[in-house]
């Protein structure tokens, strides 16, 4: 392997994480008052902001409704200030149209829009930071912001990106880790179900070790999903003593 | 220019506060959660069947109401039902019926043949009331109206059949979530401070001058253009920065809750009531207040 080490001898990795280790998360739930639904999470180094508006009548295009169920609308951005290089376009390219499409999937699956039909859901997520594992980052990030929303989901969608090294898959990668080549599979996951909602490998893998690297994937997404089950119940607990009664 | 300028504090926390110590007993649920494997409950807003299980698929409190389960999640967009009163903004003028949008997932429709039209109650709609719709009402303007049915789809159909819906003229819309308004006889109210209310079950409220003498003729789309004096202006402007501090911290919204906060907040100046120290104080005295009268 040229460059760094990713796995050092004794099973550290560049942070000091061992293999199956998640970075540690933060979120908060209900951050903008204007918006259905918002949070904000950080996972590391890599900060995310989502928002939600809707269901609502469809805005712009009339032509795309759907009279059977509601159409996802995800638009997927990165902040300027995000990379260690500035960002000249801060959504709209190649990259973050791919992403958006990657999250509008993601939610079709989760997201029980054939109760609304002819109305549009509107996703929005913003990378304030970027610090490795940008699309599952955003993933947590917007599932958090639809619960807020009050959408109905058939269970959380959390993602985890998992790499490869020296035949060990590594958990949640960080930037160093994601760009110090070796393939990586992000992974979207229903997780009281298992089903998966996305699954996206970009890079050359022998078909031995998918197993191993699917297995890595579902447990580390089951971990942030404990992660984002304790945000929701302890938003969920302080919201409803507020409202008392 | 005046900088008004404030040291850092701790924030006290909310749950702490001895107002707060009752424990919640709530059934909590998230998105996921089975909320039985029993086959014997119907299955109601909020939950949906996952090989047999009754699961949550929303985050919020269960509600049982005999056989069935339903979940209320914290926050969503207005649900409207018969009879609700609302507040909305016209988005669209089709052909014989006004789009207006309340804050509901669909915007609801106001029909030609369900407003009163000036010049009294049995007028008949010609095909030249339909060219001059946009004379009653244009696209941005604000109207109260009731719900009369809720089609299928979730759209509400709506009605001003009432000298008491219309178009609203001058005054301020303060826009919050619909779980805070309280569901009562009456939404519309004559506060005694000196102006007056609308509290639009869809999370929209209007505050107005109380208006002086009612014209009937008017039919509800006559709207003063009168200059409103500064005095009322200041009581319009203190109620909504009081709504904004209530519906900040969550409390019920209705007449009296209003009032007293309005009552309580006369010590500070308009535009301190909406620095976070200020309303918390406010609100908790507030809450004081409804608990002594109420008990």
Known sequence: ???????????????????????????????????????????????????????????????????????????????????????RRPHGDRKSTEMSLHLKQTFEAAVMTQLYPRSQIDIYVKVLQADGGNYSVCVNAATLAVIDAGIPMRDYVCACTVGFVDETPLADLCFAEESGGGSSLALALLPRGGQIALLQMDARLHQDHLETLMEAAMTACKGVSKVLDEVVRQHLQEVSVLTGE | MAVDMRLPTFRSDSRSNSLFDRKVNKDLVVPGDVITTDTGFMRGHGTYLDDDKLTASVAGEVERVDKLICVKPL?????????????????????????????????SVLLLSSVNLPGGELRRRSAEDELTMREYLQEGDLISAEVQSVYADGAL????????????????????????????????HNLPCGASIILGNNGFVWLYPTPGQQDEE????????????????????RLRNCLLALSAHKVLLYDTSVLYCYEVSLSQQVKDILKPEVMEEIVMMTQQKLIEHEG
Not at chain 1, 60 to 71: C, I, M, N, Q
Not at chain 2, 166 to 181: A, D, H
Not at chain 2, 224 to 233: F, M
């Open chain 2, 218 to 237: 008017a039919g509800g789309f006559y709207t003063s253009l009168e200059p409103v004096s500064l005095s009322d202006r200041e009581v319009i402007s």
């Open chain 2, 157 to 188: 159909l709506l009605h001003t059949r009432s000298l008491k819906y219309g178009k609203l003229g001058q005054g301020v819309l303060v826009q919050i979530s619909p779980s805070l308004i309280k569901r009562q006889k009456t939404h519309f």
């Open chain 2, 75 to 107: 926050k969503t967009r207005f649900n409207g039902e018969v009879g609700d009163v609302i507040v909305g903004r016209i988005t669209e003028v089709q052909q014989k019926r006004w789009k207006v949008e309340t804050n509901s997932r669909l915007d």
């Open chain 1, 1 to 87: 392997m040229a460059g760094l080490e990713l796995l050092s001898d004794q099973g550290y990795r560049l942070d000091g994480r061992k293999a199956p280790e998640l970075r540690k998360v933060q979120a908060r739930m209900g951050v903008f008052a204007q918006a259905d639904g918002s949070a904000y999470i950080e996972q590391g180094n890599t900060k995310a902001l989502a928002v939600v508006y809707g269901p609502h009548e469809m805005r712009g295009s009339r032509s795309r409704t759907l009279h059977d169920r509601a159409v996802i609308n995800c638009q997927y951005s990165m902040a300027t200030f995000s990379t260690a290089e500035r960002k």
